[in-house]
């Protein structure tokens, strides 16, 4: 008879005694979901001056589209994973909640299996992020998504299931589950959990863990009944970290969200304190005052994250500046970024005898105190700006500088 080399909880727990302790501590830290979202930089205009606002939440991911029960793929990594002891540079998706580094359309007809499994329908050489029954097919698909995102040395690749239908509760009840498994350039693992409830209506038992090729060696959650049995989770984060070539080590962490943006799945939503703004991604604003603005970003059907930016509004347009290459006020400029949200734009400098001595259509470029190269003398000038931007609003000004040698 062939020896299961599985780590399930008991073996842990009667061989591995001194890790208890370190993983009781470990399990007493709260999961803590950081911001990751960006509402951009901060900005400083003139009053008035149109200002783009956009959030960004990472890459946008590829969608799947598939069948109920099926296998997807293969698709490239991206980088070389090692996994139990050998390397790869492609995985599949089965749609039932996990991946696999060995395309076997076959294993998309099982639903679930109790690790460790060697039976030909089992999925193997394959990672279980939340392996249950879904139907990715419901309306609203695609649910399941990835990307790569990173640069080398760091790069991870990300695949999401997000608010996915669970297979008849999510027709009847519409629950839905939302989770990554995000491999990590270096061979670490990581699985993040946002929500998987218990579906009543169907065979609701669930497994969350990894096995290899053959199916005899297995490492499932330690002191986790996670292993086939029924279980809802919400907000948790696991970690595998391969210590030989048939074991890994495996920790809790924060649940973390890698940010990448699956399709449609996701809302935003300005506001300016209490007042509403914008259900858009972008919105342009034109404040007169500085003024702190937050978005909200929603995903995956209630995962949310915030950000602010604010934009300081210069009172006034400056009235003098001192070209004199000290680095200094060396340029008359008119202060709103960014520009490609303005369509049109004119500054224009006269002296005080009616002469344009400076004109630009770029609202980055400032007057150096120069006509032509040749060196304007101290004295008074009017300027005149015109701007329309992106939703046809147009605005002028115009005012006295003084220019200071």
């Not at 960006?38 to 946008?60: K, M, Q, Y």
């Not at 350039?185 to 998987?196: A, C, L, P, R, S």
Request: glycine share 8%.
């Amino acid at each position: 008879m062939q020896m299961f080399k599985c780590k399930t909880q008991n073996h842990i727990a009667k061989c591995v005694a001194h890790v208890t302790i370190m993983l009781f501590l470990i399990l007493q830290i709260p999961c803590e979901v950081f911001s990751q979202i960006s509402a951009g930089r901060d900005d400083t205009i003139n009053p008035g001056v149109p200002v783009n606002l956009t959030a960004n939440f990472g890459i946008l991911a590829n969608g799947i589209t598939t069948f109920d029960n099926h296998v997807e793929g293969p698709f490239e990594i991206g980088f070389s994973f090692t996994f139990y002891g050998k390397k790869y540079t492609r995985f599949s998706i089965g749609d039932n909640g996990w991946i696999s580094f060995t395309h076997n359309p076959y294993w998309g007809t099982k639903r679930n299996i109790r690790l460790p499994s060697s039976a030909d329908e089992s999925p193997k050489n394959c990672i279980l992020g939340a392996m249950e029954d879904y139907n990715p097919i419901q309306a609203g698909s695609p649910y399941i998504f990835y990307q790569t995102v990173g640069e080398a040395p760091h790069r991870k690749l990300v695949v999401m299931w997000c608010q996915c239908p669970m297979y008849k509760c999510g027709e009847l009840s519409g629950l839905s589950v939302s989770f990554q498994i995000v491999l990590i350039e270096g061979d670490t693992i990581e699985t993040h959990v946002f929500n998987k409830p218990v579906c009543t209506e169907w065979d609701n038992k669930c497994t969350m863990g990894i096995q290899n090729e053959t199916g005899f060696a297995c490492d499932t959650l330690p002191y986790k009944n996670r292993n086939s049995t029924s279980f809802s989770v919400s907000k948790e984060g696991w970690r595998f970290v391969p210590t030989s070539l048939d074991t890994y080590a495996v920790t809790q962490i924060p649940y973390l969200m890698e940010p990448i943006t699956p399709g449609e799945k996701i809302s935003y939503r300005w506001n300016q304190g209490d007042e509403f703004l914008s259900d858009q991604q972008s919105l342009v604003v034109a404040p007169l005052h500085t003024t702190t603005y937050r978005v909200t970003c929603t995903l995956c059907s209630g995962e949310q994250f915030t950000d602010e930016m604010t934009v300081y509004v210069v009172p006034f347009i400056p009235n003098a500046f001192t070209p004199n290459d000290d680095g200094l006020n060396d340029k008359f400029l008119i202060l709103g970024l960014p520009p490609e949200n303005i369509t049109q734009f004119n500054l224009q400098i006269f002296n005080r005898w009616g002469q344009a001595v400076f004109s630009t259509k770029d609202i980055l470029e400032g007057w150096d105190g120069k006509m032509k190269g040749d060196v304007c003398p101290e004295g008074d000038y009017v300027w005149v700006i015109f701007y329309e931007d992106d939703k046809k609003t147009k605005t002028s000004n115009k005012g006295i500088v003084t220019l200071v040698r």
